[in-house]
């Protein structure tokens, strides 16, 4: 059986640090986010009786290590859900994704959303769209919300009823415009995890961050988009202070990242565009502003020296039909 899923990456928008549980990846706290598009990623899943082995290849490199165990995590999460007979054959995955990886833009959650949706058709899988979002789950917490899609929250939980994402409605998709400012510079992610409890600053970020998600989430229902992207950018700065405060003091952010904050914040107070910086683990920053303005914000950003593209907002996890979209 072979299927093709395309998924969009998460911007962050009140970012999930730290997990309760690494292998089902149970975060400590809900967590909010955006669909970028058109960036996606597309991945073609089959499983069959002529593989001798499961085989995963990204971007044209077969998958080795942590990158092998972690896909394959959520490989086992959607053979055990089936009742498929041909789910016991090896299965074969490959992706593609349509914009740069490992800069802190989100390959992640596209990939393993992408990958989730294609193994729950492939599988046979009767499943809604937050059952996928926990086989996503597993790869990695943020692709749960890819599986959703446009704005999404991921609820904190210790099983599969309560940890799903879930769509939080709004309208400013139709207003948003993220101009993106490519910073090449990334450290893995799954390490920042790791260590953020051991951060002296982790504790104080839990206490404030359920304040956060529902001043977020009223400021999305109530299409309120000065209020939500503020809040976006001061939990960058959060989640940075907690990152940099862990025992390696890690710091993602290089001299373009700050020049973009800074022409951002230029923008802002000497022009009065509504405009807003935010970014997730990695150098690159998302700068979140209205389609009125969005021209003015790219040329202005495209000043500092980065590459830069302006994206929309992106759906959720979907099908791709016809033997043309597979990948092989």
């Known amino acids: ?3 093709t899923a395309m998924a969009h990456p998460i911007q962050g928008l009140i970012k999930y640090h730290g997990m309760r549980d690494d292998i ?3 975060p400590y706290h809900d967590s909010i986010s955006v669909c970028t598009a058109p960036s996606h990623t597309r991945t073609t899943v089959e499983f069959s009786m002529d593989y ?3 085989t995963y290849v990204v971007d044209g490199e077969e998958l080795e290590g942590r990158a092998f165990d972690r896909l394959e995590a959520v490989v086992e999460k959607a053979r055990g859900m089936s009742d498929a007979a041909h789910t016991v054959y090896p299965v074969h995955i490959e992706s593609e994704n349509s914009f740069p990886s490992n800069v802190g833009l989100g390959s992640s959650s596209s990939g393993f959303a992408a990958a989730a949706r294609a193994l729950a058709e492939a599988a046979d899988l009767d499943a809604s769209m937050q059952e996928i979002s926990t086989i996503a789950r597993v790869g990695s917490a943020s692709a749960a919300r890819s599986v959703t899609g ?3 929250q991921l609820y904190t939980g210790m099983n599969d ?3 799903v994402s879930r769509r939080v409605p709004s309208n400013l998709h139709e207003e948003l415009k993220i101009v993106v400012g490519l910073v090449p510079y990334h450290k893995e992610t799954e390490d920042a995890h790791d260590e953020a409890a051991d951060s002296h600053m982790f504790q104080a970020r839990n206490a404030h961050i359920h304040g956060q998600i529902a001043k977020m989430r009223d400021a999305l229902r109530n299409d309120e988009f000065e209020d939500a992207f503020e809040l976006a950018e001061h939990d960058s700065l959060s989640l940075a202070a907690t990152t940099m405060t862990g025992p390696e003091g890690w710091v993602y952010w290089q001299p373009a990242t700050l020049a973009i904050f800074n022409k951002v914040r230029e923008l802002r107070e000497e ?6 910086f935010s970014t997730d683990t990695g150098a690159s920053v998302y700068v979140n502003t209205t389609a009125e303005h969005a021209e003015q914000v790219e040329e202005a950003i495209a000043e500092t020296g980065v590459s830069t593209t302006t994206w929309g907002v992106g759906g959720p996890a979907r099908l791709l039909e016809g ?4 990948l092989f």
């Open 1 to 3: 059986m072979k299927a």
């Open 24 to 26: 089902e990846r149970l």
């Open 52 to 54: 001798d082995e499961d």
């Open 150 to 152: 446009a704005f999404s």
């Open 161 to 163: 009823d309560d940890c």
């Open 271 to 276: 022009e009065d565009i509504p405009v807003y």
């Open 323 to 326: 033997e043309d979209e597979h």
